[in-house]
């Protein structure tokens, strides 16, 4: 999350939404009372635009905006640690963590389903890794001009770990054994999705598209009776191209890939992932994978965490926990394209 401005929320009438890496890919013949529209804007350093089908009233589509925008500040006002004030931010600055400190029921449920995740990753994904990810540049901290040593690295390794974490569900409350640094990256956009989704649930709109930097959320279908249809792009630095197309009419889905956010130092790349069990960029086969899941905070984190595991843990969790995901595999002879049974029944081309 950052604080980079963007233009206003705006909204318009979409007849073909077509945003290749996310976006539904097909045309719609719109009933006369519904229509499609698209409310865009930025956050979290990076942009959204939700589908709703609605009939058309101006006056409620900017009330929506207007709702959706408010709902993604508080999560960011929550959750950045690009904000020095943010919520999250004040409890990495308390001097002692070993005391509770009661959170608000967002950063709680965000924090709680990141340790599950955790857990279920075995330490791929962890939330604690913070500290590290500043050390390579990939924080809000500057871009160290040179790569951070080994010793460096152990030190910063020796002190986190998200088992150092205690929350208390009665209180909604968190504590920490060691001083850490939480770092809400790997899940806090795809939670900005669910949020907006719920806003909208709650809106009565029954048929929306929600993504924000490439993770989304859908619900119901489109007013030609169809699924949304969402594109999973091929992992090049060139120009955009679809590897895969889905159709959902609910579920959430996110990728995560090494393959755009990376930066290059003495010839080496380096990637924007680290792995927790060594401090280091990920260095393993995967290009890219994609996670299929009912709420899309879910689906953010254990895109991370399957890239950090490297294709054949994560695809062995996957196939165990019934899981649909969908792996990009960097092979001699070019990229391998590997799904589990579980996703197999989302792709339609």
């Not at 956050?43 to 900017?62: S, W």
């Not at 968190?174 to 999705?193: C, E, M, T």
């Not at 090494?258 to 401090?279: K, L, W």
């Not at 990920?282 to 490297?310: H, K, P, Q």
Request: proline share 5%; glycine share 8%; hydrophobic share 40%.
């Amino acid at each position: 999350m950052t604080s980079r401005m963007f233009e206003p929320v705006r909204v318009v009438l979409v007849s073909v939404f077509m945003t290749l890496a996310v976006a539904a890919l097909a045309g719609c013949s719109f009933q006369e009372q519904e229509k499609v529209w698209e409310i865009s804007g930025g956050i979290f350093g990076t942009t959204y635009h939700i589908n709703v089908v609605l009939p058309e009233d101006k006056e409620r589509l900017q009330t929506l905006a207007q709702g959706i925008q408010r709902e993604l500040e508080a999560v960011d006002a929550s959750m950045s640690t690009w904000k020095q004030d943010s919520e999250l931010s004040r409890w990495n600055r308390k001097p002692d963590q070993t005391e509770w400190t009661e959170l608000s029921p967002a950063l709680f449920e965000v924090i709680q389903r990141s340790i599950e995740i955790a857990e279920l990753s075995d330490g791929a994904f962890d939330i604690t890794i913070g500290p590290v990810v500043n050390l390579w540049g990939f924080g809000p901290d500057a871009r160290p001009e040179t790569v951070p040593p080994d010793t460096v690295l152990e030190e910063a390794l020796a002190g986190i770990g998200y088992r150092y974490l205690e929350l208390n569900a009665e209180t909604m409350a968190l504590r920490s054994a060691k001083p850490q640094y939480i770092d809400l990256s790997g899940i806090a956009k795809g939670y900005g999705v669910d949020v907006v989704a719920r806003y909208l649930d709650r809106e009565g709109v029954q048929a929306y598209l929600v993504e924000i930097g490439g993770e989304v959320r859908v619900n119901g279908r489109k007013p030609d009776g169809g699924a949304w249809r969402l594109a999973i792009e091929q992992p090049s630095e060139g120009a955009r191209q679809v590897n895969k197309i889905v159709a959902m009419d609910q579920h959430a889905m996110a990728t995560s890939g090494d393959y755009r956010n990376y930066y290059e130092s003495d010839g080496v790349r380096y990637s924007h992932t680290i792995d927790p069990s060594t401090g280091k960029p990920i260095t393993n086969r995967m290009a890219s994978v994609t996670v299929i899941t009912e709420d899309c905070m879910t689906a953010d984190a254990l895109a991370t965490a399957f890239t950090v595991m490297g294709f054949e843990r994560a695809r062995a969790l996957s196939i165990r926990e019934n899981i649909p995901a969908y792996f990009i595999v960097r092979g001699e002879n070019g990229f391998e394209v590997h799904e589990t049974p579980a996703f197999s029944s989302f792709v339609v081309q």
